[in-house]
């Protein structure tokens, strides 16, 4: 069974930061699109950032452009987990927080996903 597990959300402060994680088991997602997702409350659901091991043995990262330079997507292939370090984290970050995986290469479409996480509550304080 596929199983996404996030955690590490929390109550943080403006400017602070925090790191997700999100642990898979059932199948390895080394040749999968990981990505992450939020919705915040009263809106849909909206790509934040994806990342991907190519064939050639590059690592590729995507990032929105509300979190980019902020935000950094990394993954950890031997524990099959992937994370997102939040850096400077504003009011509008805050959502829960979804990781996701695919085969295909529409990372920013959330209906390509074939797998998700159940989701992590990150709560940004003014």
């Known amino acids: 069974q596929v199983q996404l597990v996030e955690s590490g959300g929390g109550l943080v402060q403006a400017g602070g930061s925090l790191r997700l994680s999100c642990a898979a088991s059932?199948?390895?997602?080394?040749?999968?699109?990981m990505g992450w997702f939020r919705q915040a409350p009263g809106k849909e659901r909206e790509f934040v950032a994806a990342?991907?091991?190519?064939?050639?043995?590059?690592?590729?990262?995507y990032y929105a452009d509300p979190v980019k330079g902020r935000f950094t997507i990394s993954r950890d292939n031997a524990k099959n987990t992937v994370y997102l370090q939040m850096n400077s984290l504003k009011p509008e970050d805050t959502a829960v927080y979804y990781c996701?995986?695919?085969?295909?290469?529409?990372?920013?479409?959330?209906?390509?996903?074939?797998?998700w996480g159940q989701g992590t509550q990150v709560t940004v304080s003014s």
């Open positions: 990342s991907k091991w190519n064939s050639d043995g590059v690592y590729y990262t």
């Open positions: 996701a995986a695919q085969r295909g290469s529409d990372y920013t479409i959330m209906q390509k996903y074939d797998y």
């Open positions: 059932g199948r390895t997602f080394t040749n999968y699109f």
